[in-house]
């Protein structure tokens, strides 16, 4: 198995600290005890992708390196019997694309305990164009409705709503009968919000306020929150007596400018939401809800195709805060 060749997006380094990508063939690594060889179907573009693509020292420890945190494929060689040959799997967070060589490959090898069964209402497409922007908007809403959140209550706010967490978020709450007001910079994307199920699309000034008062008029029922920063303050000041916050992005800034008076005097609870080391348990019950009573009938709808050889120009685009949707890499083309 360790003469296998392997097809990928290689990142390197020169000796004069220049980064470069490349498509390439390298050769596969070798398969540890509970170790699978997947050979890939598909992956997807997420920001941490696209940093890692641009050689970021906070994602990428060593050199060369293969971006890629999300894959769903075929198992080739297992180590692990609770995967056999031919099985469906996906593989999201972990170290994957990261700490170990990621997806953007015709093979990977993963540590069994980072997989799950692909569910069987999910097709592979769909389950990249979840990928982990989905399966944490996942999680953001099942915090809202686990907290107790009504349909009545009162509308949703969710910042960064044309990213891919922000996008499917956005899709999951319409698809539960909630009323969603959808943030966003992007004038030209307000349409496209309303049809995914936004009720409402604001500019990204509502939430980016330097107003001292440490609450402000209590308008929806909770939040979710890609951004962090002044947005997430700027909201937390926003939610209504006993809602609810879930935080998952830090695109806006990592400090969090407020008080303690939304938690104290509101009882505002904030959720954070940690997709790549999510308990077993929890990744495969959010999976299971993704392909049966949480699938969305019109999920494709946010699905923008790439492949190895059209990514890059993607990848400006979502640094530079240009991209929408959810890119999904068909990694056999």
Known sequence: MSKQQIHCYLVEQSESKEIRSRLAKVQAPKLQEGDVLVRVECSSLNYKDAMAATGNPGIVKSFPHIPGIDAVGVVETSRDSR???????????????????????????????????????????????????????????????????????????????????????????????????????????????????????????????????????????????????????????????????????????????????PFILRGVALYGIDSAWCPDDLRTDIWDRLATDWKLPRLLDAKVDLTLTTVDAAINAILEGKFAGRGVIRIAE
């Open 83 to 261: 995967f056999e040959v031919g099985d469906q799997v996906i593989a999201t967070g972990h170290e994957l694309g990261v700490e170990r060589w990621g997806a953007w490959a015709s093979h990977v090898v993963a540590p069994s305990d980072w997989l799950v069964q692909l569910p069987a209402g999910l097709s592979a497409i769909e389950a990249m164009t979840l990928g982990t922007a989905g399966f944490t908007a996942a999680q953001c809403v099942a915090a809202i409705v686990d907290h107790g959140c009504k349909t009545d209550d009162g509308p949703i706010i969710v910042s960064g709503a044309t990213g891919g967490v922000g996008s499917i978020a956005v899709m999951l709450l319409a698809h539960l009968g909630y009323q969603i007001v959808a943030v966003t910079g992007k004038q030209d994307r307000h349409a496209w919000l309303k049809e995914i199920g936004a009720s409402e699309v604001t500019g990204r000034d509502s939430l980016d306020s330097d107003a001292k008062r440490p609450l402000l008029k209590g308008e929806f029922a909770a939040g979710i929150d890609t951004v962090g920063g002044k947005v997430l303050a700027t909201m937390l000041k926003k939610i209504q007596h006993r809602g609810c916050v879930a935080c998952c992005g830090v695109t806006g800034g990592a400090e969090l400018p407020t008080t303690v008076f």
